[in-house]
């Protein structure tokens, strides 16, 4: 017998993410759009759920990012023709994004092809996304193996796009607190920007400079490493946790010649 409570927690996930569901025993029917257009998928969570962390707030997480996996796969248009463009013509649509490493599950979980992921930390891995007309494919690892070019070649050219989107957003201070400030783009990817940020932001950033990304929407920092700024940003990345439906990290990062580490003060 299937655990029910991970199963309504699955269900409820589903459905925090605009899709339709409809339970049938311990499997899924989930869609995307509608009518004719709707993209739709069968959702058996049997080998996900075999492999979910025992601790609640992890499972959450874990729970999060698959439902976010399956998410993205749904938001491909039928009869998309992105799969078959070559690197060329997709390098200029490419973004980086960051997630759970549990992403990927929810991907092979509707999808013939699995995605192409890469380590950042932890269980976070960066996934790549191909902004459509209108929808997203997320880049899977047969489509790389097709292009035939390198991991630097790609990464490269979808840290060109995000860079290119970052470097004019203003940051802004969170309402109601007096250190942390919030680098907002409003396209999903603030995350992400913690790839380009210590390029975009040079001049604003030291050895003080901290920040953390708790929802793959946000990317929150502060300027000093001292008490009261530390505190205030663990007590802003612990509220959003709670409160999004996406939790990513509670960890808090610096920058080390220019990469994002996670920092131990």
């Known amino acids: 017998m299937m655990d029910e409570a991970t199963l309504n927690q699955i269900d409820e996930a589903l459905r925090e993410r605009n899709l339709s569901v409809v339970r049938v025993e311990d499997t899924f029917n989930v869609s995307q759009g509608e009518g004719i257009m709707a993209q739709k998928a069968h ?20 729970i999060a990012g698959y439902v976010r996996g399956v998410k993205h796969v749904l938001l491909e248009p039928r009869h ?31 999808s013939e092809e699995p995605a192409w992921t890469l380590d950042f930390c932890g269980d976070l891995r960066w996934v ?45 201070k969170i309402e109601n607190r007096e250190y942390v400030h919030r680098l907002h783009g409003g396209d999903g990817h603030d995350a992400a920007r913690a790839l380009v940020v210590a390029d975009a932001y040079y001049t604003d950033i030291d050895s003080g400079f901290r920040f953390a990304l708790p929802s793959p929407d946000h990317f929150i920092f502060v300027r000093n490493a ?37 920092a131990e003060d």
């Open 128 to 172: 790549y996304l191909i902004h459509l007309d209108r929808g997203i494919r997320v880049l899977t690892a047969p489509q790389v193996e097709r292009w035939g070019v390198t991991e630097d070649r790609i990464t490269a050219g979808a840290r060109s796009l995000l860079f290119h989107k970052t470097r004019n957003i203003t940051p802004r």
């Open 80 to 110: 998309s023709k992105a799969g078959e463009w070559n690197f060329v013509g997709t390098v200029g649509r490419l973004m980086p994004a960051l997630e759970v490493s549990t992403f990927a599950d929810g991907v092979d979980a509707v």
């Open 43 to 62: 959702l058996d969570p049997k080998p996900f759920m075999a492999q979910l962390s025992e601790n609640d707030g992890t499972r959450r997480r874990e």
């Open 226 to 262: 001292d008490e009261e700024s530390l505190q205030e940003l663990r007590a802003v990345t612990d509220e959003i946790l709670s409160e999004t439906g996406s939790p990513l990290s509670g960890d808090i990062f610096r920058f080390e010649t220019g990469k994002p580490v996670i």
